[in-house]
């Protein structure tokens, strides 16, 4: 046995002694991209684990392992099914964004807009807009129109009040400084309100991509379609295609994570200066 | 020296009175006030929190209106100075734009509300130098390119006081913009101050709570007492100019702020000299 004191010093355990800033940012990073992974490797190894040692039929719950080999055995039929329903999302993403800031900056400007807004956006909220689509795919048939819709729908009402809390509450001293030298209020609007809202915009948009994909997918299961994934699941629990049913399910998620992925990295480009941004 | 400057009166107060309203409950922040203050001058706004000092100030600024009485800021209303750009405001924060660097929060102001006014404009090229002239001359020249989080609190309130002397306004409307400092960044941002005022021809108006800043600044400090608040004593700083480090310790620094002291407890107050 050698003594401890020379086994410790080699050690980069947490005991060891002040770690170097290149060491620490290497952790860092590990931490970063090694602990996302670590949670679904423990969310899909687990599944696997107790779909093979409970002997659960494969048609009640199928392994991960088969659906990924489904997916990867069949790239066209999602990769055309998964284009239609993000297209949907999407378009219904940026509809309800640019709604809610043309809403959201009326409201900032205008208290009277703002107080016959709130009870509408309350409105909104409250209703269970999946009950929509039927109504949706009455008024606008076969088209993409209703997946719009209620994709659009979904995201609007974080948009709306993110946007809204964003742009109102900014610094009164600096609100002062523009106004001293008697900015309009559209300066006011450009190099203090919107880019204080930012943040909030970004934080609603994470939550947002998601359920604007939700929406489109809602917007698919209720009918009117002959495509997307929202569709195609629908189709295969109707004749009992699990593997394209769990495929479609796999697949949706996959744009899921893609899509917020793509909001976050826009996010830290566009926040540096935020304080969200700092490294800890 | 407020004496060899001009002495046209650049604020002129009648009568001023302001009443906030918040649910029901009326406070009458300002009555009677009355005061000139003539162009060029350093004067101090000096009275305890809750006085009505920063009302005052904004009342001068055009950014809020009086319920009673007049003001006016070049014999015209507030608003219009507002319009054409005479004020140079420093509030309590640094109220800097987080998203922009140092050099940007700087440029900013004077990009805003263009064409509207009768300000003199100087050409872009004119404009581009004295910002980075101004950086240098309050230490920030390295921080340029660096945004606000970057910088300490002292630092922030250098680049807020720089940003309001980069409008070049005849009229500096500063609200107690030191009071978050430590006592030795504070120091030294009164001379700071003091240097680029001296190379200008501006009106100060200083809002203040501290007996010794008031004293160290100012040609003249007007004591405010509530409520509600009316100017309760005028008294002129004859000390000399340029005030360097150390003047604090000077028997003339000791006898106006005794004179202050007085004032602001109530005393008739007996302006020195």
């Known amino acids: 046995m050698t003594g401890p004191a020379e086994n410790s010093l080699g050690s980069t355990g947490p005991a060891a002694s002040p770690r170097s800033s290149p060491e620490r940012k290497r952790q860092r990073r590990l931490s970063s991209t090694v602990a996302p992974v670590f949670g679904l490797v423990l969310l899909f190894g687990g599944w696997e684990v107790y779909v093979r040692l409970s002997g659960v039929s494969p048609l009640t719950l199928p392994p991960p392992t088969r659906i990924i080999r489904h997916l990867v055995a069949e790239p066209s039929f999602y990769v055309r099914n998964g284009w239609v329903t993000l297209s949907e999302a999407l378009i219904g993403f940026f509809m309800a964004l640019l709604t809610a800031l043309g809403l959201a900056i009326v409201m900032a400007h205008w208290r009277f807009a703002e107080r016959a807004m709130v009870p509408v956006i309350v409105l909104v909220q409250s209703t269970p807009i999946a009950v929509l689509a039927p109504v949706f795919l009455l008024w606008f048939g076969f088209s993409a129109t209703p997946k719009i819709l209620v994709a659009a729908l979904f995201a609007f009402v974080p948009f709306v009040s993110n946007a809204l809390g964003g742009m109102k509450s900014i610094d009164r001293h600096t609100l002062e400084v523009l106004r001293s030298v008697d900015a309009r209020w559209w300066e006011i609007l450009w190099h203090l309100r919107l880019p204080h809202a930012l943040p909030a915009l970004f934080a609603a948009a994470r939550v947002c991509v998601g359920l604007a994909l939700v929406g489109a997918v809602i917007g698919e299961l209720y009918g009117g379609s002959t495509r997307g994934l929202g569709y195609q699941a629908r189709i295969a629990q109707s004749r009992s295609l699990v593997d394209q049913l769990w495929g ?22 566009v926040l540096k200066w935020h304080t969200s941004q700092a490294p800890i | 020296m407020g004496t060899d400057r001009a002495a046209t009166v650049e604020v002129r107060a009648r009568g001023l009175g302001k009443t906030f309203d918040s649910d029901g409950r009326r406070t009458e922040v300002l009555a009677g006030v009355d005061f000139e203050i003539e162009a060029g001058e350093f004067v101090s706004l000096l009275g305890p929190s809750g006085c009505g000092k920063s009302t005052l100030l904004r009342l001068i600024g055009g950014l809020i209106m009086p319920d009673a009485g007049e003001i006016t800021v070049a014999g015209q209303a507030p608003q219009v100075g507002r319009r054409s750009k005479r004020f140079g405001l420093v509030p309590q924060t640094p109220a800097l734009l987080p ?119 100012s040609d003249r400090v007007m004591v405010l007492t509530n409520r509600p608040g009316h100017i309760s004593a005028d008294v002129t700083i004859d000390l000399p100019r340029p005030r360097r480090h150390g003047i604090e310790d000077d028997d003339g620094f000791h006898r106006h702020t005794a004179a202050l002291r007085a004032a602001l407890n109530g005393a008739t107050a007996t302006p020195i000299s």
Not at chain 2, 194 to 216: C, G, P, Q, R
């Open chain 1, 248 to 269: 479609s399910v796999l697949a949706l998620a996959l744009i899921g994570i893609v899509l917020t992925l793509l909001v976050m990295t826009l996010e830290r480009r």
């Open chain 2, 99 to 217: 998203w922009r660097t140092v050099r940007q929060n700087l440029t900013l102001l004077p990009r805003l509300n263009r064409g509207r006014g009768d300000a003199p404009r100087g050409d872009a090229a004119r404009k581009a130098i004295d910002v980075d002239r101004l950086l240098d001359s309050v230490g920030l020249a390295d921080f340029a390119h660096a945004l606000p989080a970057e910088l300490s609190g002292g630092m922030q309130q250098r680049v807020s006081l720089a940003r309001a002397f980069a409008l070049r306004p005849p009229i500096l409307l500063m609200d107690e913009p030191f009071a978050a400092l430590d006592e030795i960044t504070r120091s030294h941002m009164r001379f700071l101050l003091l240097d680029l005022w001296v190379d200008t021809n501006a009106t100060v108006v200083f809002v203040t709570h501290s007996i010794e800043e008031a004293v160290l600044l």
